[in-house]
């Protein structure tokens, strides 16, 4: 079992920019799929971003695309999403999961974005 803890949210005006982390505690997230969702005020989660252990493929929503990158950090148990240009609706909480057979979610972090 993995448990995952995310960080780096806050509050930031419209345009700037955020990273968040995904940290694994005790173990490394190599065999495990990440990935990020975001849950708006009111709405339902919705996937963000992912990252493939087996060649670091990514995917990402398009809402986010060209803004956001997911990434491997050089410490085997962190997972980064770099958020640019940032929008009022990119605002709620975000969540970090990983897929390894089982899933699992970290308690998320919140990021709001003023206008």
């Known amino acids: 079992q993995v448990q995952l803890v995310e960080s780096g949210g806050g509050l930031v005006q419209a345009g700037g920019s955020l990273r968040l982390s995904c940290t694994a505690s005790?173990?490394?997230?190599?065999?495990?799929?990440i990935a990020w969702f975001l849950q708006a005020p009111g709405k339902e989660r919705e996937f963000v971003a992912a990252?493939?252990?087996?060649?670091?493929?990514?995917h990402y929503a398009n809402s986010v695309k060209g803004r956001f990158t997911i990434s491997r950090g050089s410490a085997k148990n962190t997972v980064f999403l770099q958020m640019r240009s940032l929008k009022p609706e990119d605002t709620g909480v975000y969540y970090c999961?990983?897929?390894?057979?089982?899933?699992?979610w970290g308690q998320g972090t919140q990021v709001t974005v003023s206008s």
């Open positions: 990252i493939f252990w087996f060649d670091s493929t990514t």
């Open positions: 005790g173990r490394a997230l190599n065999n495990y799929n």
């Open positions: 999961n990983g897929r390894n057979g089982a899933m699992y």
